[in-house]
DNA sequence: CGGTTACCCTGGATGC
DNA sequence: TGCATCCAGGGTAACC
């Protein structure tokens, strides 16, 4: 589920109750989604480390350890997520930070166990394996360095802006609405956009994820909640995710959901009137 | 090498 | 009711 909006929101609801503050200990309850490490090893980490900040990049949270305690990187992926308060269904916890004085606990739940829990010595040691399977995050990257990582795929678009490697942060609901946005069909070969029609959809996927941020996230059936909870609000106002076989918002004509080459198994939305092919 | 697919995992919805 | 099938916000290994 989580994309870069629902990722920033959990980071914004997790930093103030996690910086600042030492963890008394911390359970992994799902050794499954450790990745470089060991249940005993974290668990030795985080007991009684202070945590100096919370942060995102890409689709990751992070959290530093004061010290020599290291970095802990939760991949939330499909189905991750964090609760400040108690979760839903406590089978689906995963790994708990208890803060030390006090009785707060902090869940990490992930229903289907795709999320991905690693620790690294330190932040330079994520930020190589960060920089080796992505690009600029999808908020700050720069115009001109669009165009030049879009274009250079034979690709189609809405494939290449689910890449990572080319921006971080896009994932399928937003990358559906971005292509919307900027009035351009998801199967355009990446290679065959103009100057302008990247400038689009640059301008296009900040409009997107900014309000998506502002509306906590995107939220359906049982998937992604705020930290406290509560059910992000987007998909009440987009256009695309969600809307096959409705009329679209601009131009009346029925939105196709369909499933693209080189995206197995991810459903596409688009409006044929307002994203022509050609 | 680049593009595409299979697969990882779980559970809710749908269909017979 | 019971069982099979499909579907899902992501990412990577393997294939052609």
């Known amino acids: 589920m989580p994309e870069l909006p629902e990722v920033e929101t959990m980071v914004r609801g997790l930093r103030p109750a996690l910086a600042g503050q030492t963890l008394g200990k911390l359970v992994v309850h799902d050794p499954f989604l450790l990745q470089g490490c060991t249940k005993g090893g974290l668990e030795r980490r985080g007991r009684g480390a202070k945590v100096t900040d919370v942060e995102r990049r890409g689709k990751w949270v992070t959290i530093a350890l004061a010290g020599d305690r290291g970095f802990i990187v939760i991949q939330p992926r499909m189905t991750g997520g964090f609760w400040l ?25 992930d229903t289907r166990r795709l999320g991905k829990i690693a620790w690294y010595a330190s932040p330079e040691d994520a930020s190589t394996a960060f920089d080796k399977s992505h690009g600029p995050d999808a908020l700050k990257i720069e115009v001109d360095v669009l165009f030049d990582r879009l274009t250079k795929t034979s690709r189609a678009v809405k494939p290449a802006l689910l890449d990572q490697k080319i921006l971080a942060g896009v994932g399928n609901i937003y990358a559906d609405e971005t292509l919307f946005v900027a009035r351009i069909h998801p199967e355009r070969p990446a290679s065959s956009l103009s100057r302008d029609e990247v400038g689009r959809i640059h301008a296009a996927v ?32 987009n256009a695309m995710y969600g809307h096959g076989g409705e009329p679209c918002k601009v131009c009346g004509t029925t ?5 693209i080459a080189g995206l197995i198994g991810r459903p596409t939305h688009f409006c044929p009137t307002c994203q022509p092919r050609s």
């Open 85 to 109: 308060v108690s979760p839903e269904r406590l089978d689906h916890v995963r790994m708990t930070f208890h803060i030390e004085g006090s009785d707060k606990t902090i869940w990490f739940c």
């Open 255 to 259: 939105v196709v959901k369909t499933k």
């Open 206 to 237: 900040k409009d997107v994820l900014n309000r998506a941020i502002l509306a906590e996230g995107s939220s359906f059936d049982a998937g992604y909640r705020t930290v406290l909870g509560l059910e992000g609000g987007f998909l009440a106002e």
